[in-house]
């Protein structure tokens, strides 16, 4: 069987492409197809394959790949398919638009369908966002873009989605059916510590979607320490809204984001992601996670209540919901959570991070694609 695998762009490790990075454990022999690929960038698993790039790669300031973004439907479609008995897209913006042959299995592991041009459009691109592009060149792209997705999402022949948040979007967006396969958390890299610090922790990007600015109102507030990991766009107008008690360290190594996952009192998790695996991150480390309670967290968030009894009847609470993405609420969570500090068994909050690990994900998404390339080969 001739297989190949597609994903937008390889730049980077994060959780779309550690899922990639299994599919090249399981189909060693696959090609890889991608609109461009920063050498380097991926981990030797993959960097060790046949790596096709489309003619995204050849034009000039690739540092901000982003702004060809119209292009990206073109540079997607480019590639030649022919022969290949199964193909399988990992995707979050263009990569499940490839053409394939009728006799071709088409599968897509979906991570979003494409959020700049959906349901967040308005947080990449403001109503008061000034200048002729805001108002009027990015309008007319987003449209195409989106007639061109709903009409590409007709192309695949199975969709496997990262959460039931996501199903929903694919079944909302694309009007089509999918499975669930939840990512991977690679749980052995992290650790239960004896010691617990006095401090709380975030590990984010600075992007406007990730709320990073609400955990920063309500700690001032409080008046607790708080530690971000992490970088982006927003880094300038946060640190200025920061008072002394909250401490941001720039990216960390791994080694260093272990250790401050394993000793946080919690994770502070304000946005509403479409998964979310620094919340999995957190709990294998055996510590509980403070969550918006919409998006994917309410999948791998077990809730306590307010008075630290485990909501639904299930086994070990491993966090605490807030439900409305303000300050005042996330600032009542954390004073509800140092009540019931005590109650959260960092074993048990391990435990349940184990049903999301590495090897659970491989097992399942290879038995997942097994049945569906046998139905379609017959």
Not at 29 to 43: E, M, P, R, W
Not at 165 to 189: F, M, T
Request: hydrophobic fraction near 40%; charged fraction near 25%.
């Amino acid at each position: 069987m001739k297989v190949a695998l597609i994903h937008d762009w390889l730049t980077g490790m994060r959780g779309g492409e550690s899922c990639l990075e299994i599919l090249c454990e399981i189909y060693p022999q696959a090609d890889i197809f991608t609109i461009l690929h920063n050498k380097g960038s991926v981990s030797p698993c993959i960097e060790e394959k046949t790596i096709k790039s489309s003619f995204i790669q050849k034009l000039p300031f690739l540092n901000k790949y982003r702004h060809y973004l119209p292009l990206f439907p073109t540079a997607i479609e480019s590639f030649n398919l022919n022969g290949y008995d199964l193909v399988i897209s990992v995707n979050h913006c263009v990569a499940k638009g490839v053409v394939t042959a009728p006799e071709t299995m088409h599968i897509c592991y979906c991570l979003t369908p494409m959020r700049y041009v959906w349901d967040m459009y308005f947080d990449y691109f403001p109503e008061d966002g000034k200048g002729i592009a805001n108002k009027f060149i990015i309008p007319l792209f987003a449209n195409y873009l989106r007639m061109w997705d709903f009409a590409s999402s007709k192309r695949v022949e199975h969709y496997i989605s990262i959460s039931n948040y996501i199903a929903g979007r694919v079944l909302k967006y694309y009007g089509r059916e999918s499975e669930v396969v939840y990512p991977p958390v690679n749980c052995e890299k992290f650790m239960v510590s004896e010691q617990i610090g006095d401090y709380y922790l975030m590990v984010s990007a600075f992007a406007p979607y990730k709320r990073v600015d609400l955990a920063v109102q309500a700690f001032n507030r409080l008046g607790l320490p708080l530690i971000i990991i992490g970088k982006g766009q927003d880094e300038k107008k946060l640190k200025s809204m920061a008072s002394n008690n909250i401490k941001f360290l720039g990216w960390a190594s791994n080694e260093t984001i272990q250790r401050y996952y394993s000793q946080c009192k919690a994770l502070v998790f304000p946005g509403k992601e479409d998964f979310g695996i620094v919340p999995l991150e957190a709990q294998a480390s055996g510590r509980p996670v403070i969550a918006f309670g919409q998006g994917g967290a309410c999948e791998t968030v077990v809730p306590a209540n307010p008075k630290g009894n485990v909501e639904g009847g299930q086994a070990a609470a491993t966090g605490l919901f807030f439900y409305e993405q303000t300050v005042d609420a996330m600032e009542k969570a954390v004073k509800e959570f140092e009540k019931i500090i005590g109650n959260f068994d960092a074993e048990s909050v391990r435990k349940h991070a184990l049903k999301f690990d590495r090897a659970v994900f491989k097992e399942k998404l290879k038995e997942s694609i097994e049945k569906k390339y046998r139905e379609f080969s017959g």
